[in-house]
């Protein structure tokens, strides 16, 4: 916050000019202009007094450097996403800095020892004990308008091969569409449909309702996906209780874990890497290996494990923080909006 304010005192950084996108190689005055926007202790960017007009490897480095700060495609190359990060004003820098420091303020001084920390806005995991970082993954979030919650759960169990009962609101806003074009889609998603939501519910055949009558409103049917390759949960979901009815998950979409920003999900948190996170988890148990685990799903037979020792975890929105060493900042987009009404 110090240092930001020291930057605005001296009048912000340099506006870099909108053009074509900027690479290695090239030469031109908006490369002096992108040269003197990262001239900064952080980027160890030197001005080139022979030729600062030339897109060299150095500079090359310190856009790579300023993309992964600030969560962009890491490439090298300033095209609009990274000129539109390069162009932020200080002063809205400076407020993201107050309001996340805000966000802190309201979290406990310690998570403990272990623990589990997702990051919305950075759609990453990160696994800490004794305060070092032991496993991070790439996550998918909730959407705009499927938010995934902030709070504080305390992860117990995890499931193997499961079932997915699908929620009513993603069934009838998602699946019941794709129903009614073509009823051949339960059966190729492997989804079984019951009567209503009552335990002993009679198991429908899909082929006999009159989908062309079924609306949102009259819609009472439970939508039940088997386990399988189809499964939207995957091989493995991780059980945190909580009144969200929100938990971690495999995916049967890993292809989304290739964008930069990934909030695709109706509030559930899909992650990368479920099974190191499952061999991670029961590591300090004695029945189960990373091998073991890979067996019991390819058995495709669905399980319940206990967790040896439950783990806290830790959902969290900060759009910007520093590293562990407590010397980089990383700034994040506002991805859910709510920057500004916790500023108001």
Request: aromatic residues 10%; charged residues 25%; contains cysteine.
């Amino acid at each position: 916050l110090g240092q930001y304010r020291k930057r605005m005192a001296l009048g912000g950084w340099i506006f870099l000019p909108e053009g074509p996108n900027l690479k290695r190689g090239d030469h031109n005055v908006r490369v002096s202009a992108l040269r003197a926007r990262l001239i900064d202790p952080v980027y160890s960017v030197r001005s080139d007094e022979n030729d600062p007009d030339l897109f060299d490897a150095a500079l090359e480095q310190a856009v790579l450097k300023f993309q992964r700060r600030h969560g962009l495609k890491a490439d090298g190359i300033v095209g609009p996403a990274t000129l539109a990060a390069l162009n932020v004003p200080v002063e809205d820098r400076l407020r993201q800095i107050i309001l996340n420091m805000e966000r802190w303020r309201w979290l406990p001084h310690d998570f403990g020892n272990r623990y589990i920390l997702v990051n919305i806005a950075n759609f990453e995991l990160d696994t800490i004990e004794n305060g070092q970082i032991v496993l991070e993954m790439r996550v998918v979030v909730g959407k705009k308008y499927r938010r995934t919650p902030v709070f504080t759960g305390r992860m117990t169990y995890m499931e193997l091969n499961p079932y997915w009962h699908i929620p009513s609101k993603i069934a009838k806003e998602d699946i019941l569409p794709q129903i009614q074009k073509d009823v051949g889609y339960l059966k190729r998603q492997n989804i079984r449909i019951f009567e209503n939501w009552e335990e002993e519910a009679l198991e429908l055949d899909p082929g006999l309702i009159e989908w062309s009558q079924i609306t949102p409103a009259n819609f009472s049917f439970k939508l039940v996906q088997a386990p399988g390759p189809s499964n939207a949960l995957g091989s493995v979901k991780f059980m945190f209780p909580n009144k969200f009815s929100v938990y971690l998950h495999d995916t049967s979409a890993p292809g989304l874990f290739n964008h930069t920003k990934r909030s695709f999900s109706s509030g559930c948190i899909r992650v990368e890497k479920p099974i190191e996170l499952a061999a991670y988890l029961l590591k300090d148990g004695r029945e189960w290996t990373q091998e073991k685990i890979v067996a019991a799903i390819d058995s495709r037979e669905t399980q319940i494990v206990r967790l040896p020792k439950p783990i806290a975890v830790q959902i969290l929105y900060l759009t910007a923080w520093v590293d562990q060493e407590g010397k980089i900042i990383h700034f994040r987009d506002d991805v859910y909006e709510r920057d500004n009404p916790l500023y108001e």
